[in-house]
DNA sequence: AGACAATGTGTACGACGTCTACATTAGTGC
DNA sequence: GCACTAATGTAGACGTCGTACACATTGTCT
């Protein structure tokens, strides 16, 4: 006898075949949605496949465990912040000159991401907290629509400015980690550091500061 | 019948009385290795009363809760991070110049932090994650030797270096958050982050980038 | 049709946080 | 000196979690 599709609580997956058909991508939703409401530590096994209508045990056909859910989780995540980003530079016209073109892709690269981690803290942090190595930050399941992560967009932008002429090219390498760790650690201080209670007007104004010292001091 | 004091495993405050003297402080102790080993979620409450040598609940008596047994061992980091960035500040000889004495003491605030956040990189990670919000991170009990805490000791540094002449006082309100975003993101960048493999070499070299970064920039 | 691999279920174990009830002890007022 | 009370520690239980093992069901390939 085997209870199929109608345990209690919200299934988002509920199904009645024994068979899910994409029970892989459905526990990624479901911890992506639990990341969204509890940040990193709420991403738990059980509480994906009960979202999912499945077995505690069926995560194992597709995750080896809970590390490699969250690890999927996050690259999701990192996903979402690089359409955030993307979002906030499609808002430059495209009628604009090269050079504060450039500039602007730039900034709202820091924005866009800054954003992102104000709007949700909780997947923004899991995206970023106990995600894997850079090499496979560069990997393709983290993109956005353009096919590009994160730190893709990051780099494709300095490497713009440099193109542009803003940016000398003695100044370009490592740039990117510079330019990083600024708009990083803010965000972190901004959701759950000591920045945690501040305003959302100042939070802005912290912001266009930080991406201001970035530009300058690159 | 009460055993006392000789559960199985390495009983770091083993007793022979019912009483055990200075459990809150032992408690803490214990959650600082334990976060020391294994960052914030390493901090367990039963892992700690058994490293006290006591019943789990006795925790209860002095901690309202986990939450609150990793608040106490998060002031105690900061307390730590605080006296790393006193040492480096100690290094600088004192027959300096004003001017450049208080650059570098200003720059040891940075360095100090990020090779904290190396050297202890569980304990910096629980120091600063779901810390208290900043009104407590300047109270007393995360203070190194001279009282202050890491806060404190950035905005003194930069009261100084305005106070030399260094940096104009127009630029001063807000800069202690720009110059915590810079270093504290490079920390989270490097601790758990996609930076996590770099070797020791290149991270001194990001270290000195992004100290400069924010010299410059502020 | 029958074998095999893929996928999902059931049961079980230890660790965790935390609740409730109980035991032991240190001070305090007499 | 002694009983009372508050502080402190213990015992047991419950629900959660991750995960290991054995078993059930199904799609697929020959």
């Known amino acids: 006898?085997?209870?199929?599709?109608?345990?209690?609580?919200?299934?988002?997956g509920v199904r009645d075949t024994y068979r899910h058909g994409d029970l892989s991508r459905a526990l990624?939703?479901?911890?992506?949605?639990?990341?969204?409401?509890?940040?990193?530590?709420?991403?738990?096994?059980?509480?994906?496949?009960?979202?999912?209508?499945?077995?505690?045990?069926?995560?194992?056909?597709?995750?080896?465990?809970?590390?490699?859910?969250?690890?999927a989780v996050c690259s999701a995540g990192q996903a979402r912040v690089a359409e955030a980003i993307e979002a906030e530079q499609a808002?430059?016209?495209?009628?604009?000159?090269?050079?504060?073109?450039?500039?602007?892709?730039f900034r709202a690269v820091g924005t866009g991401y800054l954003h992102f981690a104000l709007a949700e803290p909780g997947l923004f942090q899991t995206?970023?907290?106990?995600?894997?190595?850079?090499?496979s930050a560069t990997s393709g399941s983290r993109a956005g629509a353009v096919g590009?992560?994160?730190?893709?967009?990051?780099?494709?932008?300095l490497d713009r400015l440099v193109a542009v002429g803003v940016l000398p090219g003695g100044r370009r390498p490592g740039a990117e980690f510079l330019a990083w760790?600024?708009?990083?650690?803010?965000?972190?201080?901004?959701?759950?550091?000591?920045?945690?209670?501040?305003?959302?007007?100042?939070?802005?104004?912290?912001i266009r500061r930080v991406v201001d010292m970035v530009e300058q001091g690159l």
């Open 1 to 12: 006898m085997t209870t199929i599709g109608t345990p209690p609580g919200p299934n988002i």
């Open 181 to 206: 760790s600024a708009v990083h650690g803010l965000a972190m201080l901004l959701i759950n550091g000591p920045l945690r209670a501040l305003e959302a007007g100042q939070a802005e104004v912290l």
């Open 148 to 157: 590009r992560g994160p730190f893709e967009l990051l780099t494709d932008a």
């Open 28 to 71: 990624v939703e479901a911890g992506v949605e639990l990341a969204r409401a509890g940040g990193p530590t709420a991403v738990a096994l059980r509480a994906a496949t009960r979202r999912a209508g499945v077995s505690p045990n069926a995560a194992y056909r597709h995750f080896a465990d809970r590390g490699a859910l969250l690890e």
């Open 91 to 105: 808002l430059i016209p495209d009628a604009t000159d090269p050079v504060t073109a450039a500039r602007l892709r």
């Open 127 to 135: 995206a970023f907290t106990a995600s894997p190595d850079l090499e």
